[in-house]
């Protein structure tokens, strides 16, 4: 009996020692190993990916939003919408130098309503205050139907 009693002494004794060895261990090597990592590297070179060229957008690249400038109701509920458009470019590569035209619908009005604008370069030319029938409280939105350029 006092044999076994000796054995798992120096057993939990050597266990002990080998948790207290690898937390050692570990310790340096997040201590060491953090200070190596720091010292400076040459950077890898990088490459250089040529520009994407521009082309003619698609209708997913674009965005309008419709801002409501004035709105009259009469009481027949009848609603006359004054809004301007504003268009957002979403796209990822460059606008081309040549002029190009966005065709867009305007929903949430009695009918919907085709409009249109050009753009040449990145600057759009838009109408302003334009006039759409619609319900009390129309939500209007475009929506990009075609671009042609």
Request: with cysteine; glycine share 6%.
């Amino acid at each position: 009996m006092r044999v076994t009693r000796t054995m798992r002494r120096w057993a939990a004794g050597l266990a002990l020692f080998a948790i207290v060895a690898s937390a050692v261990g570990i310790a340096a090597v997040m201590i060491f190993g953090s200070l190596t990592s720091q010292t400076p590297q040459a950077a890898a070179p990088r490459t250089t990916l040529a520009p994407p060229s521009p082309k003619v957008p698609t209708p997913i690249e674009f965005n309008v939003n419709v801002i409501v400038t004035d709105q009259t109701c009469a009481p027949d509920n009848l609603c006359a919408y004054k809004y301007t458009i504003e268009p957002k470019y979403i796209g990822l590569h460059p606008l081309p130098e040549t002029p190009f035209t966005v065709f867009y619908e305007v929903t949430g009005g009695h009918q919907p309503q085709r409009g249109e604008f050009t753009v040449q370069k990145d600057q759009a030319k838009i109408l302003k205050d334009v006039v759409v029938e619609g319900p009390p409280n129309a939500r209007l939105q475009a929506v990009v139907m075609q671009v042609r350029g």
